[in-house]
């Protein structure tokens, strides 16, 4: 008999119940913790989760707003670029069915705890009874019998647990929601639901389905720390900010730019904390490290004081340990996460970012640096400014256009708020080098993961986070033909989601890396086979404008300047899912090559010509890497 105080329900009705009564809520402002769930049903989970989403309700007024994916992968996508866009206070779940459907989650997950964005993975799996066995997609091991290909998420999440009894789902539920809340453990989630238990039913106590609120803090710097770390910034001459994500994901870029205001210490910017202050702001030196702008990494070379704030100093930004060059150069990172904070033997600051740099610039007051140091980086600046304004520029309005001709285009185009999404390929070393932020929420590079086909699914998540919001989803025709899937849900939903297609035949960016690594571009053109074997013969004769329209896109296609910079304006007023396809050239201005290293290893030995002199250039870089002790 069921207790007066008790809901009798399936697991899956349960969890989703419980999820629409989550909530975040950070400096007043609440979210709905899990704004809405993506799907695509098999018989892993059709029964059980797809039943108790559509149980929950249907359109506007359902308890959990339902998604229609079509690639697993692309889903998680869409629910990262939501929750980047709302700073992480709002995620997604993911439901899935067994086998296949199940790892297709993987790359997703990896991107989602690389980039510690929050998002919640429902997996159907194997039965717990084992009534049934083996069932239709699972894994069979000889030797584990619980093991299924949902544990190939054990590693990339943040959190996983494998719900064989209903009464377990209350404790493994509550603790997802405290990893998916908390800014210092966020990722990816999963819960792997076995099949027969996602539709047992159980007397749940009505607690569970109360409204729970969880406070996302802004804990303040330690009091010995913040004078510690206020003390080395006052010695320093050469000081420095690199601001990475945490500094958008804690909506710290105000404390940021009243800090800078007060001290004239210049910052530098990683590819996920660009835009932290605008383009420009007298101190913005763009990017830095391996893709980063000339005077940003010139500064860096010559800093004795590295102030990070939310970044996890990844090989570009610090150019394989090869751009802090300063004998004496320390570090001073402002994290919240330990492990973040104590990279590259620094002295910490474990602290909300926001609460952070509003501590320092109290204990900086009366500080500035000297201002023949504010008179050299703003030179610098300028003569990079000069850099990018030759990169965009087009004279010839009939020619076609260059990649770099593209971004000046787009960039006379966008508003201050648009969004413009990109993740792998060429397109971000280019946009890190030369993309003039104007928001903070305006450059959205995913290069923590850089994992192609992202564009797409987050733009719509993007859009689905900040209806009205325009985004521009940026992508090469390799990067497009990983991922394409995701365009029939931007029409399904009517989401005038705006894609630039650039085709240049072939894998740019890997076929100028590989030119550099003594790889002779192998295996990176989209071309016919040659007599020799190589890919070197005619492009491919593939249309992926006509695609895209074959799959509800409004298309444009453009081949001069003039006609791309119409076509974009059109697309930016446009109601619809537009393509904007442009083919680029060769002729005309290009990015400037990089300014710092990055350590892709060169065969020690080899008998090709073009490989000995790279391992040459490799040995006389790699000579220079320091190990900050």
């Known amino acids: 008999m069921s207790h007066p105080t008790s809901v009798r329900l399936t697991v899956a009705q349960a969890l989703v119940r419980f999820l629409s009564v989550q909530y975040t809520e950070r400096d007043g402002v609440r979210h709905r913790l899990i704004a809405g769930t993506w799907g695509i049903f098999g018989h892993g989970n059709v029964a059980g989760v797809g039943q108790a989403l559509l149980e929950a309700g249907i359109g506007e007024g359902a308890a959990m707003p339902f998604h ?70 699972q894994l069979e091991h000889p030797t584990e019998a619980d093991v299924s290909v949902n544990d190939t998420l054990r590693p990339v999440s943040r959190y996983f647990d494998r719900v064989t009894r209903p009464e377990a789902l209350i ?41 729970r609120v969880w406070r996302v803090r802004r804990p303040a710097p330690d009091p010995v720390e913040l004078a510690e770390a206020v003390r080395a910034i006052r010695a320093a001459e050469r000081p420095l900010i690199v601001a990475g994500g945490g500094v958008h994901h804690s909506e710290a870029e105000a404390a940021l730019r009243a800090l800078v205001d007060a001290t004239g210490i210049p910052v530098a910017s ?99 640096v000297d201002p023949a140091y504010a008179t050299e980086y703003g030179a610098g600046k300028e003569r990079w400014e000069r850099v990018v304004a030759a990169a965009y520029r087009a004279d010839d309005e009939h020619a076609v256009p260059t990649q770099t001709q593209v971004l000046g285009a787009l960039d006379s185009v966008v508003g201050d708020d648009d969004v413009v999404i990109n993740a792998a390929g060429s397109l971000p070393g280019d946009l890190h080098k030369l993309w003039r932020a104007r928001g903070p929420r305006q450059y959205h590079l995913e290069y923590g993961y850089s994992c192609m086909g992202y564009e797409i699914p987050a733009a719509i998540g993007v859009q689905q986070a900040t209806p009205g919001t325009a985004v521009w989803a940026l992508v090469g025709d390799g990067t497009y033909l990983m991922m394409p ?118 065969a020690e030995t080899a008998s090709r010509a073009a490989a000995v002199r790279a391992r040459e250039e490799y040995d006389r870089e790699v000579a220079t890497r320091r190990h900050h002790l």
């Open 68 to 137: 229609q994916g079509r690639n697993e992968q692309a889903m998680v996508h869409a629910a990262v670029g939501h929750a980047r866009q709302l700073n992480r206070l709002s995620a997604q779940a993911v439901t899935t069915s067994i086998g296949p459907g199940a790892t297709n989650l993987v790359t997703g997950a990896a991107l989602a705890t690389v980039n510690r964005l929050p998002v919640l993975l429902l997996p159907g799996d194997y039965f717990a009874t084992r009534a049934a066995d083996p069932l239709l997609q």
């Open 171 to 211: 404790p493994s539920a509550l603790n997802a929601m405290r990893v998916l809340a908390d800014p210092a453990e966020t990722g990816a989630v999963t819960l792997a639901l076995p099949q027969d238990v996602q539709v047992e039913a159980y007397d749940w106590p009505a607690e569970f389905f109360a409204d």
């Open 485 to 602: 899937t995701e365009i029939v849900t931007a029409v399904q939903e009517g989401l005038p989601v705006n894609l630039v297609l650039i085709q240049n035949h072939g894998y740019a960016s890997i076929g100028g890396l590989s030119e550099s690594v003594g790889g002779e571009r192998f295996g990176t053109a989209y071309r016919y086979r040659a007599a020799d074997g190589t890919f070197s013969g005619a492009p491919l004769p593939v249309d992926l404008a006509a695609n895209a329209a074959s799959l509800g896109m409004d298309v444009l296609r453009a081949k001069t300047v003039r006609e791309l910079r119409e076509a974009l304006g059109t697309a930016r007023a446009s109601d619809r899912p537009t393509c904007v396809y442009v083919e680029t050239g060769a002729d005309g201005p290009s990015a400037p090559p990089a300014e710092a290293w990055w350590d892709v290893p060169v």
């Open 270 to 368: 990683t590819q996920a904390g660009k835009g932290s202050l605008r383009h420009d702001h007298p101190a913005d030196l763009g990017g830095i490290g391996h893709t980063g702008t000339a005077v940003c990494d010139d500064i860096a070379r010559t800093a004795d004081l590295v102030i990070g704030v939310g970044t996890r100093y990844s090989d570009f930004t610090t150019a394989s340990g090869t751009l802090f060059q300063h004998p004496g150069v320390r570090f001073l990172n402002l994290n919240i996460t330990a492990f973040d904070a104590h990279k590259l033997a620094a002295r910490t600051l474990v602290c909300d970012a926001r609460a952070g740099l509003e501590a320092l610039a109290a204990g900086l007051d009366g500080h500035r």
